[in-house]
Protein backbone atom coordinates (compact mmCIF):
# COMPACT_ATOMS: atom_id res chain seq x y z
CA UNK A 1 0.00 0.00 0.00
CA UNK A 2 1.31 3.88 -0.70
CA UNK A 3 2.35 5.79 2.18
CA UNK A 4 0.11 8.69 2.02
CA UNK A 5 2.78 10.96 3.72
CA UNK A 6 5.11 9.97 1.24
CA UNK A 7 2.54 10.36 -1.57
CA UNK A 8 2.12 14.06 -0.45
CA UNK A 9 5.72 14.79 0.17
CA UNK A 10 6.21 13.71 -3.68
CA UNK A 11 3.72 15.73 -4.90
CA UNK A 12 4.50 18.91 -2.83
CA UNK A 13 8.01 18.63 -4.29
CA UNK A 14 6.98 18.20 -7.84
CA UNK A 15 3.91 21.03 -7.24
CA UNK A 16 6.58 24.23 -6.44
CA UNK A 17 6.67 26.02 -9.91
CA UNK A 18 10.95 26.46 -9.78
CA UNK A 19 10.75 22.95 -8.54
CA UNK A 20 8.88 21.89 -11.20
CA UNK A 21 10.77 24.06 -14.04
CA UNK A 22 13.91 22.28 -12.95
CA UNK A 23 12.66 18.43 -12.99
CA UNK A 24 11.28 19.04 -16.65
CA UNK A 25 14.75 20.54 -17.74
CA UNK A 26 15.89 17.24 -16.79
CA UNK A 27 14.01 15.44 -18.95
CA UNK A 28 16.36 15.10 -21.79
CA UNK A 29 18.87 12.80 -19.47
CA UNK A 30 21.26 15.14 -18.75
CA UNK A 31 22.78 15.80 -15.91
CA UNK A 32 23.50 19.39 -14.91
CA UNK A 33 24.95 21.77 -12.41
CA UNK A 34 23.44 23.61 -9.50
CA UNK A 35 23.82 26.65 -11.37
CA UNK A 36 22.54 25.21 -14.69
CA UNK A 37 19.11 24.76 -13.57
CA UNK A 38 19.12 27.68 -10.98
CA UNK A 39 19.36 29.60 -14.66
CA UNK A 40 16.66 27.44 -15.87
CA UNK A 41 14.44 27.70 -13.33
CA UNK A 42 14.70 31.46 -12.81
CA UNK A 43 16.14 31.51 -9.20
CA UNK A 44 18.98 32.13 -6.75
CA UNK A 45 21.75 29.63 -6.49
CA UNK A 46 21.17 29.13 -2.42
CA UNK A 47 17.48 28.81 -3.78
CA UNK A 48 17.70 26.04 -6.12
CA UNK A 49 20.44 24.36 -3.92
CA UNK A 50 17.92 23.81 -1.05
CA UNK A 51 14.87 22.89 -3.61
CA UNK A 52 17.85 20.56 -5.10
CA UNK A 53 18.84 18.74 -1.81
CA UNK A 54 15.03 17.82 -0.54
CA UNK A 55 14.25 16.26 -4.23
CA UNK A 56 17.82 14.42 -3.98
CA UNK A 57 16.83 13.07 0.04
CA UNK A 58 13.25 12.71 -1.51
CA UNK A 59 14.40 10.13 -4.12
CA UNK A 60 13.59 12.34 -7.42
CA UNK A 61 16.98 12.76 -8.22
CA UNK A 62 20.80 11.90 -8.08
CA UNK A 63 24.05 13.44 -7.65
CA UNK A 64 26.99 12.53 -9.27
CA UNK A 65 30.27 13.63 -8.43
CA UNK A 66 33.08 15.15 -10.52
CA UNK A 67 35.85 16.91 -9.65
CA UNK A 68 34.44 19.55 -8.01
CA UNK A 69 31.71 19.11 -9.91
CA UNK A 70 28.59 18.08 -8.94
CA UNK A 71 26.23 16.85 -11.50
CA UNK A 72 22.23 16.27 -11.01
CA UNK A 73 20.16 13.97 -12.69
CA UNK A 74 16.56 12.57 -12.42
CA UNK A 75 16.65 9.36 -10.18
CA UNK A 76 15.04 6.84 -12.10
CA UNK A 77 13.25 6.36 -15.16
CA UNK A 78 9.86 5.48 -12.74
CA UNK A 79 10.24 9.63 -11.60
CA UNK A 80 10.62 10.44 -15.68
CA UNK A 81 7.47 8.85 -16.46
CA UNK A 82 5.95 10.49 -13.51
CA UNK A 83 7.20 13.98 -14.83
CA UNK A 84 5.71 13.44 -17.86
CA UNK A 85 2.42 11.89 -16.68
CA UNK A 86 2.07 15.34 -14.83
CA UNK A 87 3.22 17.32 -17.98
CA UNK A 88 0.33 15.87 -20.34
CA UNK A 89 -2.27 16.52 -16.98
CA UNK A 90 -0.88 19.97 -17.16
CA UNK A 91 -1.38 20.37 -20.86
CA UNK A 92 -4.39 23.22 -21.91
CA UNK A 93 -7.71 22.14 -22.06
CA UNK A 94 -8.36 21.72 -26.06
CA UNK A 95 -11.80 24.56 -26.79
CA UNK A 96 -13.77 24.44 -29.55
CA UNK A 97 -13.44 22.18 -32.54
CA UNK A 98 -9.17 22.57 -33.15
CA UNK A 99 -7.41 20.10 -30.59
CA UNK A 100 -3.69 20.73 -30.08
CA UNK A 101 -1.75 18.61 -27.84
CA UNK A 102 2.10 18.88 -26.74
CA UNK A 103 4.40 21.84 -26.99
CA UNK A 104 4.00 24.56 -29.24
CA UNK A 105 7.95 24.24 -31.08
CA UNK A 106 7.57 22.43 -33.70
CA UNK A 107 11.20 21.17 -33.17
CA UNK A 108 9.66 19.39 -30.23
CA UNK A 109 7.24 17.87 -31.89
CA UNK A 110 8.86 16.40 -34.49
CA UNK A 111 11.12 14.39 -32.43
CA UNK A 112 12.31 14.35 -28.68
CA UNK A 113 14.30 12.61 -26.11
CA UNK A 114 11.72 11.74 -23.38
CA UNK A 115 14.51 10.81 -20.79
CA UNK A 116 16.26 8.18 -22.19
CA UNK A 117 13.74 7.38 -24.95
CA UNK A 118 12.33 9.12 -28.03
CA UNK A 119 9.50 10.55 -28.47
CA UNK A 120 7.12 12.99 -30.01
CA UNK A 121 6.86 12.29 -34.40
CA UNK A 122 9.95 10.39 -34.24
CA UNK A 123 9.46 8.36 -31.40
CA UNK A 124 5.39 7.57 -32.49
CA UNK A 125 6.48 6.54 -35.77
CA UNK A 126 8.91 4.28 -34.81
CA UNK A 127 6.56 2.39 -32.66
CA UNK A 128 4.28 2.30 -35.20
CA UNK A 129 6.41 0.71 -37.72
CA UNK A 130 7.57 -1.62 -35.23
CA UNK A 131 4.33 -2.87 -33.91
CA UNK A 132 2.87 -2.85 -37.86
CA UNK A 133 5.26 -5.22 -38.61
CA UNK A 134 5.31 -7.58 -35.79
CA UNK A 135 8.31 -6.27 -34.16
CA UNK A 136 6.74 -5.51 -31.16
CA UNK A 137 3.61 -5.88 -29.03
CA UNK A 138 2.53 -2.42 -26.69
CA UNK A 139 -0.60 -3.06 -24.14
CA UNK A 140 -2.08 -0.32 -22.24
CA UNK A 141 0.50 -0.75 -19.41
CA UNK A 142 3.11 -3.63 -20.63
CA UNK A 143 4.98 -4.65 -23.89
CA UNK A 144 7.00 -7.23 -25.86
CA UNK A 145 9.62 -7.69 -28.41
CA UNK A 146 8.79 -10.76 -30.70
CA UNK A 147 11.09 -13.44 -32.12
CA UNK A 148 11.30 -11.38 -35.31
CA UNK A 149 11.55 -7.75 -33.17
CA UNK A 150 14.96 -9.32 -30.86
CA UNK A 151 16.41 -10.88 -34.32
CA UNK A 152 15.60 -6.72 -36.06
CA UNK A 153 17.05 -5.19 -33.26
CA UNK A 154 20.37 -7.46 -33.04
CA UNK A 155 20.80 -7.15 -36.98
CA UNK A 156 21.02 -3.15 -36.19
CA UNK A 157 23.09 -4.13 -33.05
CA UNK A 158 21.57 -4.09 -30.35
CA UNK A 159 21.59 -7.15 -28.29
CA UNK A 160 18.44 -7.68 -26.76
CA UNK A 161 19.74 -10.85 -24.62
CA UNK A 162 22.78 -8.74 -23.39
CA UNK A 163 19.79 -5.60 -22.70
CA UNK A 164 17.64 -8.16 -20.18
CA UNK A 165 20.71 -9.50 -18.54
CA UNK A 166 21.94 -6.21 -17.32
CA UNK A 167 19.06 -4.24 -17.21
CA UNK A 168 16.69 -4.84 -14.21
CA UNK A 169 13.99 -2.11 -15.91
CA UNK A 170 11.10 -3.87 -18.30
CA UNK A 171 12.53 -4.47 -21.48
CA UNK A 172 10.00 -3.07 -23.37
CA UNK A 173 6.62 -1.27 -22.26
CA UNK A 174 4.46 2.04 -24.23
CA UNK A 175 4.84 5.72 -22.98
CA UNK A 176 1.80 7.44 -24.26
CA UNK A 177 3.14 10.95 -26.04
CA UNK A 178 2.93 13.78 -24.81
CA UNK A 179 2.38 15.42 -28.60
CA UNK A 180 0.75 12.86 -30.35
CA UNK A 181 -1.04 11.25 -27.35
CA UNK A 182 -0.14 7.73 -28.75
CA UNK A 183 2.24 5.07 -26.90
CA UNK A 184 5.98 5.74 -28.13
CA UNK A 185 8.67 2.93 -27.22
CA UNK A 186 10.03 2.77 -23.45
CA UNK A 187 11.67 0.52 -21.35
CA UNK A 188 15.09 -1.10 -21.68
CA UNK A 189 14.72 -1.65 -25.52
CA UNK A 190 13.71 2.07 -25.70
CA UNK A 191 16.26 3.56 -24.22
CA UNK A 192 18.80 1.05 -26.29
CA UNK A 193 17.26 2.37 -29.36
CA UNK A 194 17.72 6.33 -28.13
CA UNK A 195 21.46 5.50 -28.00
CA UNK A 196 21.89 3.61 -30.62
CA UNK A 197 20.31 6.66 -32.65
CA UNK A 198 22.81 9.33 -30.94
CA UNK A 199 26.04 6.80 -31.24
CA UNK A 200 25.29 5.93 -35.29
CA UNK A 201 24.75 10.06 -35.67
CA UNK A 202 21.37 9.28 -36.99
CA UNK A 203 20.14 11.61 -34.52
CA UNK A 204 21.44 14.41 -32.88
CA UNK A 205 20.39 17.09 -29.87
CA UNK A 206 19.69 20.62 -30.62
CA UNK A 207 21.49 22.82 -27.91
CA UNK A 208 19.34 24.05 -25.16
CA UNK A 209 16.38 21.87 -25.77
CA UNK A 210 15.45 18.33 -25.52
CA UNK A 211 14.35 18.01 -29.08
CA UNK A 212 16.54 16.28 -31.45
CA UNK A 213 17.26 16.49 -35.40
CA UNK A 214 17.38 13.76 -37.50
CA UNK A 215 20.18 13.81 -39.91
CA UNK A 216 20.25 12.67 -43.66
CA UNK A 217 21.90 9.44 -42.61
CA UNK A 218 19.43 8.64 -39.56
CA UNK A 219 16.76 9.20 -42.29
CA UNK A 220 17.75 6.30 -44.85
CA UNK A 221 18.88 4.51 -41.83
CA UNK A 222 16.25 3.99 -40.07
CA UNK A 223 14.29 3.71 -43.39
CA UNK A 224 16.74 0.82 -44.28
CA UNK A 225 16.75 -0.53 -40.67
CA UNK A 226 13.74 -0.72 -39.10
CA UNK A 227 11.34 0.52 -41.91
CA UNK A 228 10.67 4.07 -40.69
CA UNK A 229 9.70 6.67 -43.17
CA UNK A 230 9.50 9.90 -41.87
CA UNK A 231 9.04 12.08 -45.03
Not at 5 to 17: K, M, S, T, V, Y
Not at 146 to 159: P, V
Request: charged letters at 20%.
Amino acid sequence: MPNNARFAEIAALAGDPGRASMLTGLMDGRALTASELAQLAGITAQTASSHLMRMTEAGLLQVEKQGRHRYHRLASPAVAQMIESIMRLAAPAACGKSVRTGPRDAALRAGRTCYDHLAGHLGVSIADTLIDAGHIDLGIDAGEVTLSGIKLFESAGINVETITAKSSRILCRPCLDWSERRPHLAGAIGAALCSHCFDQGWIKRIEGTRAVSITPNGQRQLRATFGVNLA
